[in-house]
């Protein structure tokens, strides 16, 4: 199965994201050995550093040290796929600016909503950044459950045993992009986020 292949956007309603930079994966995948998804922020800037772009995209860098420094013994998207580990972002075009608009979120998350309906057998997700927190709480206020996050800084509530739909979900840092390497002080809890992660959704060892 392609995830290109079961959504996508016809609208393109935003006013703040790039759509010629629009990017959702179009890799071939089984989505039933998927039991975790990491959701990072939006595609970047960049359409060859996509999680999914062929040679070693700035995506892929990052995403694999993250891991790499929670134990994990990977060197590729294709490693993590394998794994387990599904990577997508909360809204599918580049950014305009350095934020984004509620509406963004929220349009773009139909589109999540519908992304994520493709794995039946996924154990945890991991919310990577602020955005991927308001998409995620965007989708259960429109079906009318409670916030998946509580308000307040990653910070103070990562490590929480939160639950949405009968999965276990962890808040965590942007681990995709340039930002990872500057923040150093992150990586650290990222990596702690990640294995505690893993050591539910099961596929890759530590």
């Known amino acids: ?12 309603p935003c006013e703040d994201v790039v759509y010629d930079r629009y990017l959702v994966a179009g890799v071939d995948l089984d ?25 070693d995209p700035l995506f892929q860098q990052t995403t694999v040290q993250a891991f790499q420094d929670a134990g ?16 997508t972002t909360a809204v ?14 929220g349009a773009c998350s139909y589109i999540l909503e519908e992304e994520l309906a493709l794995f039946p057998n996924v154990r945890v997700y991991m ?12 989708i259960a206020r429109r079906a009318g459950e409670p916030r998946v996050i509580p308000a307040g800084s990653t910070y103070k509530i990562r490590g929480q045993p939160f639950s ?27 990596a702690e986020d990640i294995a505690a992660a ?5 596929g890759l060892k530590l």
């Open 1 to 12: 199965m392609r995830p290109s292949d079961h959504i996508g956007c016809s609208e393109f």
């Open 31 to 55: 989505p039933g050995s998927i039991s975790m998804v990491m959701i990072s922020e939006a595609a970047p800037p960049d359409p060859a550093d996509y999680y999914y772009a062929s040679g």
């Open 72 to 87: 994990a013994s990977v060197t590729s998207i294709q490693d993590l796929l394998a794994g387990g580990v599904y990577l």
């Open 92 to 105: 599918k075009c580049g950014k305009v600016g350095y934020g984004l608009k509620a509406a963004t979120i």
């Open 127 to 138: 919310l990577m950044g602020d955005v991927a927190i308001k998409a995620v709480n965007t």
């Open 164 to 190: 949405w739909r009968g999965r276990r979900v962890f808040p965590s840092y942007l681990q995709a992009g340039p930002s990872f390497f500057i923040e150093k002080s992150k990586r650290k809890m990222i």
């Open 198 to 202: 893993l050591s539910l959704a099961g």
